[in-house]
């Protein structure tokens, strides 16, 4: 999606451009210097100006619903990951209610214990990873993106390879994971919108 700054940019510097080479061009032929109407070329430049302004204040409450789509959405899959999230170390949103809304860590969740040859805590992660595909949210029309459905194809792939490999570590996931929400996160709190 292109920026509409930049195309803001990019007519009023052709603008500002053209004006200039009008300008010199006027002073090799000093008649046509004479008949310059100055109050016509700032009228011109205030009507882009004014221009740019309306285009502006129109696209501006789209920008801001856009965002807040990308907020609720975000805010969505990571209360579907909650546990997953705490299980990689990563901040999850408190469940208190005079804490709502705040980030917090919970550094007890992992469990150490082994039984037999089995690790109890990957037995968790597998569990708690097929959890959230199960709960996961779809992707909404208001947020989708090319990247976003990427990122999603990649999760899938990667929660697949932790699920069904005996040899994965809790380390190694909770660190793929937690790789997979960092940039998740990233790309939902700075959306190109």
């Keep these: 999606m292109m920026q509409f700054d930049r195309l803001f940019l990019i007519v009023a510097g052709s603008a500002a451009i053209g004006m200039f080479v009008g300008f ?3 002073l090799d ?23 740019w302004m309306a ?6 409450p789209y ?7 990308f907020i609720d959405f975000h805010r969505t899959v990571n209360d579907a990951a909650e546990y ?13 209610e005079k804490y709502r809304g705040v980030m917090t860590k919970i550094t007890s969740y992992k469990n ?10 990957m037995v968790e992660m597998r569990e708690e990873i097929s959890r959230y595909l199960y709960n996961r949210p779809f992707i909404t029309e208001h947020v989708a993106s090319a990247e976003l459905i990427n990122m999603f194809k990649d999760f899938d792939e990667m929660a697949e390879n932790i699920v069904m490999n005996p040899e994965t570590t809790f380390e190694f996931a909770a660190t793929e994971i937690g790789d997979w929400f960092k940039k998740f996160d990233y790309a939902m709190l700075n959306p190109d919108i």
Excluded at 32 to 46: H, I, N, P, Y
Excluded at 55 to 60: C, D, L, Q
Excluded at 63 to 69: A, G
Excluded at 112 to 118: C, K, L, Q, R
């Design 24 to 26: 010199t061009a006027g």
């Design 29 to 51: 032929n000093p008649p046509a210097s004479k008949d310059v109407q100055w109050e016509t070329l700032v009228a011109g430049a205030a009507a882009i100006f004014g221009g």
């Design 55 to 60: 285009y502006s204040g129109a696209i501006e």
């Design 63 to 69: 920008k801001r619903t856009r965002k807040q789509y």
């Design 84 to 96: 997953l999230r705490a299980m990689c170390g990563l901040p999850i949103h408190s469940s208190e």
């Design 112 to 121: 150490e214990e082994v039984v037999g040859e089995i690790d109890v805590s």
